[in-house]
C-alpha cells in the first residue's frame, strides 16, 4: 500500500476503499479509478512500473486472505475492508501536535 501511495499521491481512505474492479494492470501500463476521491470526485490515476509491481505482488498475496473473494481491493488480515481513521462513525482521526 506504501508504494502505491508514493507513486499515485493517492489519499488513505482513498486507497482503501478501491475495490478490484478500479485497478486495471497490464505489463506495461496502468490506471487506478478513484471513484470517491476528495470532494467525492471521480478521477484515474496512472500507474508506474514500481506501482504495477507492487500491486502485482499484493495481488498474489491476497488470495490467501479470507474474502479474498470479495469486491474490496485491500483486505485487512480478517479479511474486511481495511478502516482508516475517520471512517468510524462518531470518531476523528487524531490531529498531529504542532
Known amino acids: 500500500m506504501l508504494t502505491v501511495l508514493l507513486f499515485t499521491a493517492l489519499r488513505i481512505g482513498a486507497l482503501a476503499a478501491l475495490d478490484r474492479d478500479d485497478l486495471a494492470i497490464s505489463a506495461r501500463k496502468g490506471v487506478v479509478t478513484v471513484r470517491r476521491g476528495k470532494g467525492e470526485r471521480y478521477r484515474?490515476?496512472?500507474?508506474?512500473?514500481?506501482?504495477r509491481d507492487a500491486l502485482d505482488a499484493w495481488l498474489d498475496q491476497?488470495?490467501?486472505l479470507p474474502g479474498h473473494d470479495g469486491p474490496a481491493q485491500f483486505l485487512s488480515s480478517e479479511g474486511t475492508t481495511p478502516v482508516c481513521p475517520g471512517d468510524r462513525p462518531g470518531r476523528r482521526a487524531p490531529r498531529s501536535a504542532g
Request: net charge neutral; charged share 20%.
Open 62 to 64: 491476497r488470495t490467501a
Open 44 to 51: 484515474q490515476v496512472p500507474l508506474n512500473a514500481e506501482a
